[in-house]
C-alpha cells in the first residue's frame, strides 16, 4: 500500500481545517529577518529584525530551521500558495550564505554536536527538491552528508537523546533513496540504533536497558526512541530485511498496551518510556503528561509506515485519537514562541499552558504534525482504495491513468455519519475500504447510493465495499459512538478516563478536592446525558458540580480533569 501525498488530499471545512488553517497562517507571518537574525549576526551580515529568545538564541536558529523550511515547502504542496516556496528558498538561500562563511570558525552553524539540527535540516533539502523544485538541493545533501560522516562521532551512546543520533537514518536512507547519495546509505547504516530496536525484534523486556548518556535518564526518552523506529522503518524501506519490520510492529505493540494513554499521548515525566505503575504515578504527581507535537509527529510518521507495508488498518487508531485530542486540541502558539510543550493530564486538577520559554523544539514540530494530518486520511495500492480517517476531505486520485476525485462530507466526530461521493471519468470497478474504529458502539453500515449494502471484511479487517462505480455514486457510512470509559491499566481497572468515540472528554468539575473523592466514577456512563444543542456534552444525574466536554474544547488556564484515580481510592463506597 502506499499514501497519498500534500498536493492529493485537501482538508474541507472542519476541525482539521481549523488547525490546519490557523497553524499556515501563524508560520506565514514569521518575518525571515527574525528567524535569520543570530546567523546572519554571526557571520557579519546585515541582521535587521528582533532577537528571538528561549531556545532561540543558544541554537542560533538551527534548532527549528531545518523543520520550518520543510513546513513551508510542504505548506506549498498543500495550498499552492507561492509565497510559502518563496519563504522556504529565500530561507535556504540565506542560510547556506551564513554557513559557508562560518564554516570551520568557531561560530559554525553545524558543529559535531550537531545531530539533531543536521537530520532537520537534510530532510528540509529533500522536501525542497520534492515540492518545490530546489535545484541545488541534491549538491548541498551531498555536503552536509559529508560534514557529518566527518565530524560526528559514531560511538553511539545508548539512550542519548542529548543527541538523538539514533533519528539520523531515516532522512539519510530518503536522501540516497531520492539522490541515490551512496555515502548516505553507508551514513545510515552507521547509526542505526541496534542496540534499542534489538529488545523489541527478539522480545526482550524493554526496561532491561538504561541510558548511557543525555538527558533525564532513568528510563528510554519517549519521543526520540519512538522516533528512532521511523529510521528502522526507512531501512526496512531500502533493504526490506524482515528484521526491521518485526522491530517496529513489535514496538507499535509494547505503545499500545503498556505505554497509550486514552489521548493517544505517551512518555509522561520527562518524557520517559516507563512501567505502568510508574505512569500512574506521574499521572498523580507532575504535570508534564505528554509531549504534545513531537510525540504526535513520530506517531503519524510511524502508522503510515506501518499501514503502507501492512496493509493494516488498526494502526490508524492511534492516529485518530491524536488528531483530535493532540493536535486538534492544542491551545494556539503566541507571537513570542511558545507553545503547549507538554498536555496536562494530571488527576488532582489540569490546565492547558503554553510552555513559558520561546521557540522550543515544539515549535518546529508543530507545522509538520498539522500539515501531516492529511496524508493519513487515503491509502491505495493501486487498484482498491482505503479510507483510514473520517473528516471532511477531497482526494484527488489518479488511479491507473484515469482521474477519480473523492469527496468525503461528514460532522464526524459530532455525527455518526460520514458520506463519500465519487466522481470519475468513466465507471470504474475497485473495491472501497474503510477503517473499522475500536471503539464503535454498534454495527458500522454502509449504504450505495442510498441502499444498505452488505459489506465484507478483507483479510486485512477493513470494511469493504467492491462495485462498478459510476459518477456521483454514494456510499454512506454510519458509525455509531456513544460514550465510554477507557482504563489506562485493564488489570487495575483504572486509572478511567471518558471518551465518546475517539474524542477524550474532560470534566469541569466544582465540588472539592477530585470528583474521584465524592462519587463512584466508574459508574459515570450510566448517568453521563446529553445536553441538547451541544453536541459531546454531557450533564450526571444528581450532579450539579459535573459537566464533561470534549477535551479540545477547553482554553488556557480552564481546569479539567482527564483521568481519575480510582486505583488510589475505594470508589466502591459511592452509589
Given at each position: 500500500?502506499?499514501?497519498?501525498?500534500?498536493?492529493?488530499?485537501?482538508?474541507?471545512?472542519?476541525?482539521?481545517?481549523?488547525?490546519?488553517?490557523?497553524?499556515?497562517?501563524?508560520?506565514l507571518r514569521i518575518p525571515n529577518d527574525n528567524i535569520l537574525k543570530y546567523m546572519r549576526?554571526?557571520?557579519?551580515?546585515?541582521?535587521?529584525?528582533?532577537?528571538?529568545?528561549?531556545?532561540?538564541?543558544?541554537?542560533?536558529?538551527?534548532?527549528?530551521?531545518?523543520?520550518?523550511?520543510?513546513?513551508?515547502?510542504?505548506?506549498?504542496?498543500?495550498?499552492?500558495?507561492?509565497?510559502?516556496?518563496?519563504?522556504?528558498?529565500?530561507?535556504?538561500?540565506?542560510?547556506?550564505?551564513?554557513?559557508?562563511?562560518?564554516?570551520?570558525?568557531?561560530?559554525?552553524?553545524?558543529?559535531?554536536?550537531?545531530?539533531?539540527?543536521?537530520?532537520?535540516?537534510?530532510?528540509?533539502?529533500?522536501?525542497?527538491?520534492?515540492?518545490?523544485?530546489?535545484?541545488?538541493?541534491?549538491?548541498?545533501?551531498?555536503?552536509?552528508?559529508?560534514?557529518?560522516?566527518?565530524?560526528?562521532?559514531?560511538?553511539?551512546?545508548?539512550?542519548?537523546?542529548?543527541?538523538?543520533?539514533?533519528?539520523?537514518?531515516?532522512?539519510?536512507?530518503?536522501?540516497?533513496?531520492?539522490?541515490?547519495?551512496?555515502?548516505?546509505?553507508?551514513?545510515?547504516?552507521?547509526?542505526?540504533?541496534?542496540?534499542?530496536?534489538?529488545?523489541?525484534?527478539?522480545?526482550?523486556?524493554?526496561?532491561?536497558?538504561?541510558?548511557?548518556?543525555?538527558?533525564?535518564?532513568?528510563?528510554?526518552?519517549?519521543?526520540?526512541?519512538?522516533?528512532?523506529?521511523?529510521?528502522?522503518?526507512?531501512?526496512?524501506?531500502?533493504?526490506?530485511?524482515?528484521?526491521?519490520?518485526?522491530?517496529?510492529?513489535?514496538?507499535?505493540?509494547?505503545?499500545?498496551?503498556?505505554?497509550?494513554?486514552?489521548?493517544?499521548?505517551?512518555?509522561?515525566?520527562?518524557?520517559?518510556?516507563?512501567?505502568?505503575?510508574?505512569?500512574?504515578?506521574?499521572?498523580?504527581?507532575?504535570?508534564?503528561?505528554?509531549?504534545?507535537?513531537?510525540?504526535?509527529?513520530?506517531?503519524?510518521?510511524?502508522?503510515?509506515?506501518?499501514?503502507?507495508?501492512?496493509?493494516?488498518?488498526?494502526?490508524?487508531?492511534?492516529?485518530?485519537?491524536?488528531?483530535?485530542?493532540?493536535?486538534?486540541?492544542?491551545?494556539?502558539?503566541?507571537?513570542?514562541?511558545?507553545?503547549?510543550?507538554?498536555?496536562?493530564?494530571?488527576?488532582?486538577?489540569?490546565?492547558?499552558?503554553?510552555?513559558?520559554?520561546?521557540?522550543?523544539?515544539?515549535?518546529?514540530?508543530?507545522?509538520?504534525?498539522?500539515?501531516?494530518?492529511?496524508?493519513?486520511?487515503?491509502?491505495?495500492?493501486?487498484?482498491?482504495?482505503?479510507?483510514?480517517?473520517?473528516?471532511?476531505?477531497?482526494?484527488?486520485?489518479?488511479?491507473?491513468?484515469?482521474?477519480?476525485?473523492?469527496?468525503?462530507?461528514?460532522?464526524?466526530?459530532?455525527?455518526?455519519?460520514?458520506?463519500?461521493?465519487?466522481?470519475?471519468?468513466?465507471?470504474?470497478?475497485?473495491?472501497?475500504?474503510?477503517?473499522?474504529?475500536?471503539?464503535?458502539?454498534?454495527?458500522?453500515?454502509?449504504?450505495?447510493?442510498?441502499?444498505?449494502?452488505?459489506?465484507?471484511?478483507?483479510?486485512?479487517?477493513?470494511?469493504?465495499?467492491?462495485?462498478?462505480?459510476?459518477?456521483?455514486?454514494?456510499?454512506?457510512?454510519?458509525?455509531?459512538?456513544?460514550?465510554?470509559?477507557?482504563?489506562?491499566?485493564?488489570?487495575?481497572?483504572?486509572?478511567?478516563?471518558?471518551?465518546?468515540?475517539?474524542?477524550?472528554?474532560?470534566?469541569?468539575?466544582?465540588?472539592?478536592?477530585?470528583?474521584?473523592?465524592?462519587?463512584?466514577?466508574?459508574?459515570?456512563?450510566?448517568?453521563?446525558?446529553?445536553?441538547?444543542?451541544?453536541?459531546?456534552?454531557?450533564?450526571?444525574?444528581?450532579?450539579?458540580?459535573?459537566?464533561?466536554?470534549?477535551?479540545?474544547?477547553?482554553?488556557?488556564?480552564?481546569?479539567?480533569?482527564?483521568?481519575?484515580?480510582?486505583?488510589?481510592?475505594?470508589?466502591?463506597?459511592?452509589?
Open positions: 500500500m502506499k499514501g497519498f501525498d500534500y498536493h492529493e488530499v485537501k482538508l474541507n471545512e472542519g476541525l482539521l481545517k481549523d488547525t490546519l488553517d490557523e497553524t499556515m497562517n501563524f508560520f549576526e554571526d557571520a557579519g551580515l546585515p541582521a535587521p529584525g528582533i532577537y528571538y529568545t528561549g531556545w532561540f538564541k543558544n541554537s542560533r536558529g538551527m534548532g527549528v530551521l531545518g523543520q520550518w523550511i520543510s513546513a513551508y515547502a510542504r505548506m506549498y504542496a498543500i495550498t499552492g500558495n507561492k509565497s510559502f516556496r518563496e519563504k522556504a528558498l529565500y530561507l535556504i538561500d540565506e542560510f547556506w550564505k551564513c554557513y559557508l562563511i562560518l564554516k570551520g570558525t568557531p561560530k559554525r552553524l553545524l558543529s559535531h554536536r550537531s545531530f539533531y539540527a543536521f537530520e532537520k535540516l537534510l530532510r528540509a533539502l529533500i522536501d525542497l527538491h520534492v515540492y518545490c523544485g530546489y535545484e541545488t538541493a541534491k549538491e548541498k545533501s551531498i555536503e552536509i552528508i559529508a560534514f557529518a560522516v566527518e565530524n560526528f562521532s559514531t560511538e553511539n551512546l545508548f539512550g542519548d537523546n542529548g543527541t538523538e543520533w539514533y533519528t539520523l537514518p531515516e532522512s539519510l536512507y530518503m536522501a540516497y533513496e531520492l539522490f541515490g547519495i551512496e555515502q548516505a546509505r553507508e551514513a545510515a547504516g552507521r547509526w542505526e540504533y541496534r542496540e534499542w530496536w534489538d529488545l523489541f525484534y527478539k522480545d526482550l523486556d524493554p526496561y532491561s536497558k538504561r541510558p548511557k548518556a543525555g538527558l533525564y535518564s532513568e528510563f528510554c526518552h519517549a519521543y526520540s526512541h519512538t522516533n528512532s523506529f521511523n529510521s528502522c522503518a526507512m531501512a526496512y524501506k531500502v533493504k526490506k530485511d524482515p528484521y526491521y519490520l518485526r522491530a517496529i510492529c513489535k514496538y507499535y505493540d509494547f505503545i499500545k498496551n503498556e505505554q497509550m494513554m486514552a489521548t493517544g499521548g505517551y512518555g509522561p515525566s520527562f518524557e520517559h518510556l516507563m512501567p505502568k505503575n510508574r505512569i500512574i504515578d506521574a499521572l498523580r504527581c507532575g504535570h508534564d503528561s505528554f509531549e504534545t507535537q513531537c510525540c504526535s509527529y513520530a506517531a503519524f510518521r510511524l502508522v503510515h509506515y506501518l499501514t503502507c507495508f501492512t496493509g493494516n488498518p488498526h494502526y490508524s487508531n492511534w492516529v485518530e485519537l491524536l488528531l483530535y485530542n493532540a493536535v486538534v486540541a492544542t491551545i494556539p502558539m503566541t507571537e513570542d514562541g511558545k507553545v503547549i510543550y507538554y498536555s496536562d493530564y494530571n488527576m488532582y486538577g489540569a490546565q492547558k499552558i503554553n510552555r513559558q520559554d520561546g521557540w522550543t523544539c515544539c515549535t518546529g514540530t508543530r507545522p509538520l504534525v498539522v500539515t501531516e494530518m492529511q496524508r493519513l486520511i487515503y491509502f491505495n495500492d493501486g487498484e482498491d482504495l482505503y479510507i483510514a480517517q473520517y473528516t471532511p476531505s477531497t482526494l484527488s486520485w489518479n488511479r491507473q491513468g484515469g482521474k477519480i476525485v473523492v469527496h468525503q462530507k461528514t460532522g464526524f466526530p459530532l455525527t455518526n455519519e460520514t458520506q463519500i461521493e465519487l466522481q470519475l471519468e468513466s465507471a470504474t470497478e475497485f473495491a472501497v475500504k474503510f477503517r473499522m474504529p475500536e471503539w464503535l458502539a454498534g454495527k458500522m453500515t454502509v449504504a450505495v447510493n442510498g441502499t444498505e449494502t452488505e459489506a465484507m471484511l478483507d483479510e486485512h479487517g477493513w470494511l469493504s465495499v467492491s462495485n462498478v462505480w459510476k459518477n456521483g455514486d454514494t456510499i454512506t457510512v454510519t458509525l455509531p459512538q456513544n460514550v465510554w470509559m477507557h482504563s489506562f491499566d485493564p488489570i487495575k481497572e483504572g486509572p478511567n478516563a471518558f471518551l465518546h468515540g475517539p474524542v477524550v472528554l474532560a470534566a469541569t468539575y466544582t465540588g472539592p478536592q477530585t470528583p474521584n473523592d465524592h462519587m463512584n466514577v466508574r459508574k459515570l456512563t450510566q448517568k453521563m446525558r446529553p445536553v441538547e444543542g451541544k453536541p459531546l456534552h454531557y450533564t450526571v444525574d444528581g450532579r450539579d458540580d459535573l459537566y464533561f466536554k470534549p477535551f479540545y474544547e477547553y482554553k488556557e488556564y480552564e481546569r479539567y480533569f482527564i483521568y481519575h484515580d480510582t486505583t488510589a481510592h475505594a470508589t466502591k463506597r459511592f452509589d
